[in-house]
């Protein structure tokens, strides 16, 4: 088993915390300082979330001012107590205007030249594993030749605005100019009506379109596939340029300079309504009509606020200001930066408003804020009932969730005057019944890749457990399996992970009575037994759970000393002895339940006191006791899920012995997520199965005492 111990970067802080949010403190202002060291040295232009911790970029090259200083260059960290630099050779020679998160990498675009210790114009990636920076494209066709002012991300897709004609060293002539976007090589949005001027605002919808805004009075969105595609005109901008983009559900928030939208006048911002193709107007904003105003940057809150930053002086507040759901809010929040706000960012787990800019001090000339702020102001996260294929009171449970939104679980469904489990599909809204192997029969869905293939395991004609795969275009199917693996005439069988290669894996019961770690490399050719810890002998028991993108294997397996634990297997590998992954010092047993890209597991491991607690590996790397995430006040935890930017989720005990599921986030800690709903719901979240990198958590609990899947969605 591979092994980068010494290159983990993002290590998750262990921190014990009760079931009480440590975050729902009254709203308030808060400098992000390091002991001595107050906030950046100059300016910052762009500000993301990448799991628990904040990531700034922008002209600074420092925390802190002399004497008490630490060198960060144009990109900078905080964990939640203190700064640092991220990687080693960040992006030089120019600053970072904007940065973007896909996957669990960290991008930057700007007016730099280098990064890594190499050629990068205009854009690089940071590898938070490997510590690394690298550029966009091959040693000598790196980046763009112009400034980037914008950077979005969709899946594997980059896209960039700015100044730039050309990428990869001048090989690819972008047609239009201003803009494009990179997978392994660069790539025009083609298509005639394109940019003609310096872009500066980019938003993707879930649908995948692009909505470009930038001088010249440029809002057009680009629909298309691998380059080829439509641009099309929206409503129509006057009297200045648009410099930010931001969306929420169907509608698009357009704010820049410009004083009218579709022949209505307004002040710098409006809204574009996607469905009805027109615009929407809000009330007017709290800040003057100076010629020199601009909206440089808009985020939102939840479902009830949008903070909107920028150039925006008025009477009672400046430069921040929050639109509420009927309106502007008044005093949110409570006193303003002295100067200009370029950046906006939200963790919304953690109840904290990240803003940065070229301000010192907010609320007052003695009340210093260098250059990046944070305000407290949690908002409920959204949570969505998944149905039943039932109407009335009927379970639902659920356990997948892809990059997409789209969830499985399964749900109870009447079938020819039977009450069974169906396994389903969720897709915006819609619980879609995905069947079963044989007519009468019961079915689970269990995970479901980025393509919308769903598996699981079902009951056949003949009462086998046998593990299925689901398309849109093929229905449900069973996977095949090794003639000879059965056990008193019956079979055993279920398929618990995939990845988007379509790479399964599962368990399956030997024709020794013995369960199997098993991979399906494609759904026609037979399992591979994937053996055991302790070798090939058909009575050693093992179980897989988890996949990652690349094919590495995780899941549970009987030693050679007879206990059961985690393993991690490389791809296209069996189990071997060194894939062992351990357990807490003292304790007995482990299981792994996923893995993510990074080589992140996480599961369930006893200690020495015979307690079983949820735990987080570092890199391809074994159990350790800093690995411990804790509970919710109670005697037990477990985690299921981890997504690219390190967020767990899983289920604990709280201090009344009740089981709740969690989130646990670096800087933050175990967090229950009955804490980050609205009180007074129904709601008692119960488990978390799955997370997604966008927070995105689905899992099962209790609506007014009925047990139903739910998506908790802070996206929302």
Not at 500 to 522: E, H, I, K, P, T
């Amino acid at each position: 088993m591979k092994r980068r111990n010494s290159l983990l970067v993002r290590v998750l802080t262990i921190a014990l915390l009760t079931s009480i949010h440590p975050l729902f403190a009254a709203d308030s202002w808060s400098p992000l300082n390091e002991g001595a060291q107050t906030g950046l040295n100059n300016p910052v232009r762009g500000l993301v979330m990448l799991g628990g911790e904040l990531y700034a970029g922008g002209d600074f090259n420092a925390s802190g001012f002399f004497p008490n200083t630490e060198t960060m260059v144009h990109v900078a960290k905080w964990d939640g107590t203190g700064w640092s630099e991220v990687g080693t050779s960040p992006p030089s020679s120019g600053v970072v205007y904007r940065l973007a998160t896909a996957n669990g990498y960290l991008y930057a675009g700007g007016t730099f030249t280098t990064a890594g210790g190499g050629a990068a114009n205009k854009i690089a990636k940071w590898d938070p594993i490997n510590n690394t920076w690298t550029p966009l494209g091959t040693t000598g066709n790196e980046g763009v030749n112009g400034n980037v002012h914008a950077v979005a991300t969709r899946g594997d897709r980059v896209y960039a605005g700015g100044e730039f004609t050309t990428a990869a060293g001048g090989s690819v002539n972008l047609t239009p100019d201003y803009v494009g976007y990179f997978d392994t090589t660069w790539h025009s949005l083609s298509g005639s009506g394109g940019p003609t001027a310096q872009i500066n605002a980019l938003a993707i919808a879930d649908n995948g379109d692009v909505y470009v805004g930038g001088n010249g009075n440029f809002f057009k969105r680009w629909t298309g596939t691998d380059g080829s595609g439509t641009w099309t005109a929206l409503g129509t901008v006057t009297g200045g340029d648009v410099s930010a983009l931001a969306i929420r559900g169907n509608k698009v928030w357009v704010g820049g300079t410009f004083t009218t939208a579709g022949g209505t006048s307004v002040n710098r911002i409006a809204v574009w309504n996607i469905t009805s193709a027109g615009w929407e107007y809000l009330t007017t904003p709290p800040w003057n009509t100076d010629s020199g105003n601009v909206v440089t940057n808009i985020a939102f809150n939840g479902s009830g606020q949008a903070y909107v930053v920028g150039k925006l002086p008025g009477t009672s507040a400046s430069h921040v200001h929050v639109y509420g759901t009927t309106g502007w809010l008044s005093g949110v929040p409570n006193g303003s930066p002295n100067a200009v706000c370029h950046a906006v960012a939200m963790d919304r787990y953690g109840g904290k408003v990240y803003v940065g800019g070229e301000f010192t001090t907010i609320g007052g000339p003695t009340s210093y804020y260098y250059y990046v702020a944070a305000w407290n102001d949690f908002e409920n996260i959204t949570v969505t009932d998944l149905g039943a294929l039932y109407p009335g009171q009927y379970s639902s449970y659920g356990s997948g969730l892809n990059q997409n939104g789209e969830a499985t679980g399964n749900a109870v469904g009447l079938y020819s005057g039977n009450y069974l489990n169906h396994a389903f599909r969720w897709v915006n809204g819609t619980m879609s019944d995905l069947g079963s192997l044989a007519t009468g029969k019961e079915s689970f869905g269990y995970a479901i890749n980025d393509g919308s293939v769903v598996v699981g395991k079902g009951l056949d004609l003949y009462n086998n457990e046998r593990a299925f795969r689901w398309t849109s275009g093929g229905g449900i199917t069973t996977l095949p399996t090794i003639s000879g693996w059965t056990y008193g005439g019956m079979r055993y069988q279920a398929a618990t992970a995939l990845n988007n290669d379509g790479v399964m894996v599962g368990y399956a019961l030997n024709s020794s009575g013995v369960y199997r770690a098993v991979r399906w490399d494609d759904p026609v050719t037979e399992f591979t037994d994937l053996e055991s810890l302790a070798g090939q002998s058909a009575g050693n028991t093992s179980y897989a759970y988890g996949i990652n993108s690349a094919g590495y294997t995780v899941g549970s397996s009987i030693t050679s000393s007879g206990q059961t634990h985690a393993f991690l297997t490389d791809p296209n590998q069996t189990i071997a002895s060194a894939d062992d992954l351990g357990t807490f010092t003292g304790g007995t047993s482990s299981v792994a339940y996923a893995i993510n890209d990074f080589g992140e597991v996480v599961g369930r491991a006893r200690r020495s006191d015979g307690l079983y607690r949820a735990f987080v590996t570092a890199s391809f790397s074994t159990i350790s006791d800093s690995g411990d995430l804790g509970t919710l006040g109670g005697n037990y935890s477990a985690a299921y899920a981890i997504n690219n930017v390190g967020q767990v989720a899983g289920i604990s005990t709280s201090s009344s012995s009740v089981y709740h599921a969690f989130l646990y986030q670096s800087g933050l800690g175990m967090v229950d997520l009955n804490n980050v709903i609205a009180p007074g719901s129904g709601w008692v979240l119960t488990g978390a199965e799955a997370i997604n990198d966008r927070g995105k958590v689905v899992g099962w609990g209790t609506l007014n005492g009925i047990t139903r899947a739910f998506l908790l969605d802070p996206t929302k």
